[in-house]
Nanobody, 125 residues
Framework: QVQLVESGGGLVQAGGSLRLSCAAS????????MGWFRRAPGAEREFVAA????????LYVDSVKGRFTISRDNAKNTVYLQMNSLKPEDTAVYYC??????????????????WGQGTQVTVSS
């Protein structure tokens, strides 16, 4: 079965950086679009970033553009989220997700078939 395992979360001061990783198994990784989502306390899960199966195309929510970078290594079946200039409002549980490449909207949670368990990111002011 498909497994997605996130790591790299933690506590960081505002302005700091973290790098999240998501290791995938049980799927043909290079056939999947990968996404990062987050859920802040009391809020719904929201789209953060997505990357195409080849890595040639990326997409970000406006609030993280210029600060976060999504990337992938298909040889290692791993997707990353480099987070710089972190703000307290970035505090959330971060999830990676996988969907088969295609025309479905990569911003929509409902289009993803597999999810990780999440990793907590806390940014202190």
């Amino acid at each position: 079965q498909v497994q997605l395992v996130e790591s790299g979360g933690g506590l960081v001061q505002a302005g700091g950086s973290l790098r999240l990783s998501c290791a995938a198994s049980g799927l043909t990784f290079s056939s999947y679009t990968m996404g990062w989502f987050r859920r802040a306390p009391g809020a719904e899960r929201e789209f953060v970033a997505a990357i195409s199966s080849s890595g040639s195309s990326t997409l970000y929510v406006d609030s993280v553009k210029g600060r976060f970078t999504i990337s992938r290594d298909n040889a290692k079946n791993t997707v990353y989220l480099q987070m710089n200039s972190l703000k307290p409002e970035d505090t959330a549980v971060y999830y990676c997700a996988a969907k088969l490449s295609g025309i479905t909207n990569p911003r929509s949670t409902s289009n993803y078939s597999s999810w990780g368990q999440g990793t907590q990111v806390t940014v202190s002011s």
